[in-house]
């Protein structure tokens, strides 16, 4: 079946990293992503990784897949108040011939001084 | 440039009324979606377009109805909506077919009354 887990609330230090973590069940999956939503607003795309690599980094944000334990996770180097959102982890997976999105329910991560 | 743009950015009906959301992409993408976002819960797919034609309708009642005159824009019409149809309807789109990174817009949070 398609589903994608996600812990519910993660609190950091302002300036500590921040990990959060996902895990999937297709093994079929093409691509993964993680987007952040902030309250009100739309999804923004942070980064995705291919499902034939490993880790991928983009500045402050180091991507790692597991495809043999179907885990992913984000790690955000040097949090800031700024990253305070909701964050989501969605497999594409092929669906009647479409790829379709199936998404984690959310990661609140919480930033404190 | 990749950016969704959608209006209104609020609405409010009542359940008699007719209204439309809509939505923009000048990224040269030709597929486009619709997706429904309830309070703290991740976004669930109603509609995929691709080069204008409907592709995908996950089982979404008739009261919404989408539209795609160009593969500029989005619409979605609404009509006899009940007030658990309120939430955030979230525009996305990506380049050609359905594997490529949705992009996606800010959103119209809409209430039924």
């Known amino acids: 079946g398609e589903d994608v887990e996600q812990s519910l609330f993660l609190s950091v230090r302002e300036g500590d990293s921040s990990v959060i973590n996902c895990t999937y069940t297709d093994s079929s999956s093409t691509y993964l992503y993680w987007y952040k939503q902030e309250p009100g607003a739309g999804l923004q795309l942070l980064t995705y990784?291919?499902?034939?690599?490993d880790m991928k980094q983009d500045q402050r944000l180091t991507v790692l897949l597991n495809k043999k334990d179907k885990h992913l996770s984000l790690r955000i180097a040097d949090t800031q108040t700024g990253d305070s959102a909701i964050y989501f982890c969605a497999e594409s997976i092929l669906s009647g011939g479409y790829n379709k999105l199936i998404f984690g329910a959310g990661t609140r991560l919480a930033v404190h001084p | 440039d990749t950016e969704v743009t959608q209006t209104p950015k609020h609405l409010v009906m009542g359940m008699t009324n007719k209204k439309s959301l809509k939505c923009e992409q000048h990224?040269?993408?030709?597929?486009m979606y619709w997706y429904k976002q309830k309070a703290k819960k991740p976004p669930e797919l109603m509609f995929v377009?691709?080069?204008?034609?409907?592709?995908i309708n996950e089982s979404v009642p008739s009261r919404f109805s989408p539209e795609c005159p160009n593969s500029s824009l989005l619409n979605l019409h609404l009509h006899a909506l009940q007030p658990e149809d309120s939430a955030l309807y979230l525009c996305?789109?990506?380049?050609?077919?359905?594997?490529?990174?949705?992009?996606f817009g800010p959103g119209t949070r809409l209430t039924v009354l």
């Open positions: 990224m040269g993408h030709r597929a």
């Open positions: 377009y691709s080069y204008e034609k409907l592709s």
């Open positions: 996305a789109s990506s380049l050609a077919g359905s594997t490529d990174t949705q992009y």
């Open positions: 990784i291919f499902s034939n690599m």
